[in-house]
């Protein structure tokens, strides 16, 4: 399995988890994945038509995936070095984007001081 393979297996366990569409209407899926030392998490917002914001994360069972994508990214880089942090977009209509990111363990961190701004950068991003 390449990159591409594991990311696009990703994407399709989250549209397969209740916990992430459970929004009526969802438009866009904005999810940030962190794997490290054997932790996993997933987590990060759904929006709709109007732009209505909902918190969502995946089941724990679904964070495999998660994991497989950054062994597979891992195992792909020359240097074989890992990702801290992923951001995956799905939109409705089928698109797919992410970032990786290497060194920054605080790129799309939330904060009591500035999740009401991520909630308004992520709604603007495109997929």
């Known amino acids: 399995m390449n990159k591409d393979e594991a990311l696009i297996d990703l994407c399709k366990t989250l549209l397969q988890d209740p916990r992430v569409t459970e929004q009526d209407g969802w438009q866009k899926l904005v999810l940030v994945g962190e794997v490290a030392e054997g932790e996993l ?7 709709d ?4 914001c909902k918190l969502v994360a ?25 990702w ?19 060194n920054d363990v605080n790129r799309w961190s939330h904060t009591p001081d500035n999740y009401k701004e991520r909630i308004k950068e992520y709604a603007a991003m495109p997929v």
């Open 58 to 82: 995946p089941k724990a069972s679904n964070l495999e995936k998660l994991r497989q994508l950054h062994a597979v990214m891992t195992a792909e880089n020359p240097n074989g070095r890992g």
């Open 41 to 47: 998490g997933m987590r990060g917002y759904s929006y």
């Open 84 to 102: 801290l942090k992923c951001m995956i977009r799905i939109s409705r209509a089928g698109e797919i984007g992410a970032d990786f990111e290497y």
């Open 49 to 52: 038509v109007q732009g209505n």
